[in-house]
């Protein structure tokens, strides 16, 4: 554990490179801007010489839906929102997807109550809700 923002240039330094690299950023770029993420992407493809990248992003609808929520119960804001996951292709040459998946459609679906799995079915077949969350996987 490194006590860190992951906006802080000195904290990388301190994890291994000769190492299988896999980098799990949930519930973290959606509270950066689109700028800070570019260029948190750049230093991981950068300092690892190879390895993956999962992380979860959020449409504008979802964002807007529960921004005041979020703001009030803990202070933070959702700065980047992805609207179309290709364009996170754009953010970073080094970085190829391999995965791209609504979070209505994972594979744990199956494992929650029924009368969630049949919400998740609902709101699957609405576009806005489809894409409000989705989970990404990048191969660099």
């Known amino acids: 554990m490194i006590s860190s923002s992951v906006?802080?240039?000195?904290w990388l330094e301190q994890i291994p490179q000769n190492q299988p690299t896999m980098i799990i950023a949930e519930g973290l770029l959606e509270y950066l801007n689109e700028d800070e993420v570019k260029e948190l992407l750049k230093?991981?493809?950068?300092y690892f010489p190879q390895g993956e990248i999962a992380f979860d992003v959020?449409?504008?609808f979802a964002v807007n839906s529960g921004k005041d929520h979020l703001k009030e119960t803990?202070?933070?804001v959702h700065k980047w929102t992805v609207d179309d996951h290709n364009s996170v292709d754009q953010l970073n040459d080094?970085?190829?997807?391999?995965?791209?998946?609504s979070i209505f459609k994972s594979t744990y679906v199956h494992k929650l109550p029924l009368?969630?799995?049949l919400l998740y079915s609902a709101l699957y077949m609405i576009p806005n809700f489809r894409n409000m969350m989705r989970l990404l996987l990048y191969r660099f």
Not at 7 to 10: D, Q, R, S
Not at 43 to 46: A, D, G, S, V
Not at 95 to 100: D, E, P, Q, S
């Open 94 to 101: 080094k970085l190829r997807k391999i995965a791209a998946l």
């Open 115 to 117: 009368k969630t799995r």
């Open 7 to 10: 906006l802080e240039l000195n």
């Open 58 to 60: 959020m449409n504008s």
């Open 43 to 46: 230093r991981l493809t950068n």
């Open 74 to 76: 803990t202070g933070a």
